[in-house]
């Protein structure tokens, strides 16, 4: 009862010693231990490892909570854009090309249409119809097909086929249009 063990761990360290001194290898002054070591340094160290431990978690529980925000937000954008493209797209449909009037069986159908591009407008989404512009590589449209027009000096977006779609001044969707080209002769 009244023998200690010794912890092996000082078995193992006197051993490599003495394999070392056994060869004669020389032991860096890097790896020499100083014979009595203060661990309040230590401590210090592990106190700081846990506090950034803690820091990374609620990084990553932000981080994580960003991800569903953006999600959200995405999902949003694109309830917008369709919302915007479909009013759009009736509003053309119940407007005489000529006049630029609703159509007289249209009327009452069409000032839901406006009611709700208009409280569209009220959050900031907005539709954008390129039709008659001049058009530029650089836009950012979809361009569907490219086509020979008579009378045509430029190129033109002759048709919207689906609108582009901004929110908070942002593009959310671009648009889709059919080009029209001058004829070659």
Known sequence: ??????????????????????????????LRLPLKVDITGLYAIAAEVNHLNAQIGKLRKAESSTQKLKGVSSSIEKAFATIATNAWRSRTKMVDSDT???????KRVYRHIEAIIEALKQISVETIDPVGR????????????FEPTPGLSNEEIKETIKPSVAWQGRLIQIGEVIVGTPQTI
């Open 100 to 106: 630029g009037e609703a159509k007289e069986e249209m």
């Open 1 to 30: 009862m009244g023998t200690t063990k010794r912890p092996t761990q000082k078995k193992t360290n006197t051993s490599r010693r003495n394999v070392i001194q056994a060869f004669h290898i020389p032991l860096p002054d890097e």
């Open 134 to 145: 001049v058009y530029d590589s650089g836009m950012a449209l979809r361009v569907v097909s």
